[in-house]
């Protein structure tokens, strides 16, 4: 087994280390060697013996381009479970089982990919697995807080359908988001520190609708990622995070308490509702400033000979005002976005500035907005403008950086529960 790679890292290109415990959910980490490899990243698979019992060496051989192995007698001479670790940007494992949380929480090193935890010296990330009674049992609880303790990331299990005909908490959180939170660990933008611990967070994420008829709505570009970028990023840093999402497509967030919605009025009621027990709570979320006066209950026709027909619009409810001048706690920290362009009359700057002082919320988070920045990209820049005057500004970079810049002024501001 040559631990040299075939493709050595270029710019933006990861080394990663994919580790597989022995549960039933192996199978699902062939889909995130794809999601990984798809990005162009360089990924070794690491798996235990008994997760080569659920899939086989060749298949993940041929995923990953590599030769696999779980021993580290393989090719002793090239020192395997140093130089792995040595050499790799970030390490993810999936499903981390109770088994391989506990071996990695008490240095057990009976194994390639055990052996290999304790010398990377790279971020961590673990996705357990497994059923709710394991999950909550003290032992596993005490094992996540020691890993936590030590600056790994342990991506909270999502709820839903386990082995056999059981449901709850403890299914492996979907691909798609187990890729986010390694991608959001080795970009550096996650927190030395869960700084958020003990606190409940709300944010709104993605794009409302207001029909016309069956068929049209008033709607945005939305994509809901940097509201989801927020809540991933909230979770990392210990928070509950409640999750409000208009019409968003994007997989769960694990750890987060998700509520669909679609428009303004399901948003509105959606956000008071969580804002009465929260901390702080994040208005990332496209909102309608208008909507029709009167919604056709059958399709309009388009019919030769006749006019378009003239739609009569009234405003949307302003929910970040309601929610800045009516806080629903004591102290609570109210953050808003706003998508902006300049024009002749003022800056985007100019634009948020009146807003921050208009909406009467505690921070601003403001962005140009256009065909080819903001929505529906993964990338986002801002200036992040607070209710005292100050202005940070967030250079071009992934949205998972601009939201944990938001939550770094979050925590200087909220007040944290006696006790």
Request: glycine letters at 10%.
């Amino acid at each position: 087994m040559s631990l040299t790679s075939d493709a050595p890292g270029g710019p933006g290109r990861l080394r990663v280390l994919l580790g597989v415990s022995g549960g039933i959910a192996a199978y699902k980490a062939c889909e995130v060697l794809r999601r990984l490899s798809e990005r162009g990243h360089d990924v070794r698979v690491l798996p235990t013996e008994s997760a080569l019992r659920f899939v086989g060496e060749p298949t993940w051989a041929a995923l990953s381009g590599h030769p696999v192995s779980t021993s580290v007698f393989d090719d002793v001479h090239q020192v395997p479970h140093v130089a792995l670790g040595q050499d790799a940007d970030v390490v993810v494992v999936v499903p981390a089982t109770a088994d391989l949380l506990a071996r990695a929480a008490t240095g057990r090193a009976d194994d390639l990919l055990t052996s290999t935890l304790l010398t990377a010296r790279c971020p961590v990330v673990f996705a357990p697995a497994m059923h709710t009674e394991m999950w909550e049992h003290p032992a596993v609880v005490a094992n996540v807080a020691t890993l936590r303790a030590r600056g790994n990331v342990v991506i909270e299990p999502a709820v839903g359908r386990l082995t056999g005909a059981d449901s709850g908490k403890g299914r492996l959180p979907e691909p798609e988001s187990i890729v986010d939170a390694a991608l959001d660990a080795v970009s550096g933008a996650g927190p030395g520190s869960p700084d958020l611990a003990g606190l409940h967070v709300a944010v709104s994420a993605g794009g409302t609708r207001e029909y016309l008829d069956p068929v049209r709505f008033i709607g945005n570009r939305s994509s809901g990622r940097q509201g989801y970028a927020l809540a991933r990023a909230a979770v990392s840093r210990g928070a509950r995070v409640t999750l409000v999402a208009a019409n968003v497509t994007l997989a769960d967030v694990a750890g987060a308490d998700m509520v669909r919605v679609e428009s303004v009025a399901e948003l509105r009621e959606a956000m008071l509702k969580s804002a009465s027990t929260a901390d702080a709570v994040v208005m990332a979320a496209a909102v309608s400033d208008f909507r029709p006066r009167a919604t056709q209950g059958t399709k309009i026709k388009k019919t030769a000979g006749t006019d378009a027909p003239s739609i009569e619009l009234e405003r949307t409810e302003d929910i970040l005002a309601e929610l800045s001048q009516t806080r629903r706690k004591p102290g609570q920290v109210v953050v808003g976005f706003a998508a902006e362009t300049g024009d002749s009359t003022g800056s985007v700057l100019d634009y948020g500035r009146s807003k921050l002082a208009a909406k009467g919320c505690d921070l601003l988070v403001v962005n140009e907005v256009g065909r080819d920045r903001g929505f529906e990209s993964e990338e986002n820049e801002a200036v992040i403008l607070g209710s005292d005057g100050s202005s940070t500004e967030v250079p071009y970079g992934p949205k998972s950086v601009l939201a944990h810049a938001v939550w770094d002024r979050v925590v200087t501001l909220v007040e944290r529960p006696a006790g």
